[in-house]
T-cell receptor, first 117, second 115 residues
Framework: GAVVSQHPSWVICKSGTSVKIECRSL??????MFWYRQFPKQSLMLMAT?????????EQGVEKDKFLINHASLTLSTLTVTSAHPEDSSFYIC?????????????FGPGTRLTVL | AQTVTQSQPEMSVQEAETVTLSCTYD???????LFWYKQPPSRQMILVIR??????QNATENRFSVNFQKAAKSFSLKISDSQLGDTAMYFC????????????FGTGTRLKVLA
């Protein structure tokens, strides 16, 4: 149980284009999902908290107009990187909170590697 | 603001031996959760173990156990009978409770299990 998927697992795009990454909780409902960014050999950096049916909450320094987050259902959150540039190349990871289990534990997706040329 | 410190960037251990990874944190909160996550080369984050601050008993999960010292704000992970599959990055995480459910991660410890 508590499986989170991400799609795509890797994507290469041209500078200036937009890329959408999907995060799905497969066997539980997630009112809250989180989006992280991870650079090589570094820790996870929280970008934003995604709440179902409301606007995402962004961490300080994260451009909300560049990283658009939509949490339209209890099992799906999307991250769109708009007008991507090479500096946006990174590993993006989502997680989902399984509230019903009562543990407040986050379950992580397998990540998406984004390369912007 | 809370902080999480992992002072060992890299460690190695012989297969079947025991290794302890350190984690300290700073908080003024009384209620919180602490976690250890494993990130193998596949980069999939896997929950290893979880500890509620109000519980004095140390959490255990098979070969994994923690030494939770609340007064010292220390939360170390002990891996017994190390296996090659334990080779990974290990992250310690803090979550205030109740709160926003956000995790604060440490910088990680890269563990290599040697055959």
């Amino acid at each position: 149980g508590a499986v989170v998927s991400q799609h795509p697992s890797w994507v290469i795009c041209k500078s200036g284009t937009s890329v959408k990454i999907e995060c799905r909780s497969l066997d539980f409902q997630a009112t809250t999902m989180f989006w992280y960014r991870q650079f090589p050999k570094q820790s996870l950096m929280l970008m934003a908290t995604s709440n179902e049916g409301s606007k995402a909450t962004y961490e300080q320094g994260v451009e909300k107009d560049k990283f658009l987050i939509n949490h339209a259902s209890l099992t799906l959150s999307t991250l769109t990187v708009t007008s991507a540039h090479p500096e946006d190349s990174s590993f993006y990871i989502c997680s989902a909170r399984d509230q019903k289990r009562g543990t407040d534990t986050q379950y992580f997706g397998p990540g998406t590697r984004l390369t912007v040329l | 603001a809370q902080t999480v410190t992992q002072s060992q960037p890299e460690m190695s251990v012989q297969e079947a031996e025991t290794v302890t990874l350190s984690c300290t944190y700073d908080t003024s909160e009384n209620n919180y959760y602490l976690f250890w996550y494993k990130q193998p080369p596949s980069r999939q984050m896997i929950l290893v173990i979880r500890q509620e601050a109000y519980k004095q008993q140390n959490a255990t999960e098979n070969r994994f156990s923690v030494n939770f010292q609340k007064a010292a704000k220390s939360f170390s992970l002990k891996i017994s009978d190390s296996q090659l599959g334990d080779t990974a990055m290990y992250f310690c995480a803090f979550m205030k409770h109740p709160g926003t459910y956000k995790y604060i991660f440490g910088t990680g410890t890269r563990l290599k299990v040697l055959a």
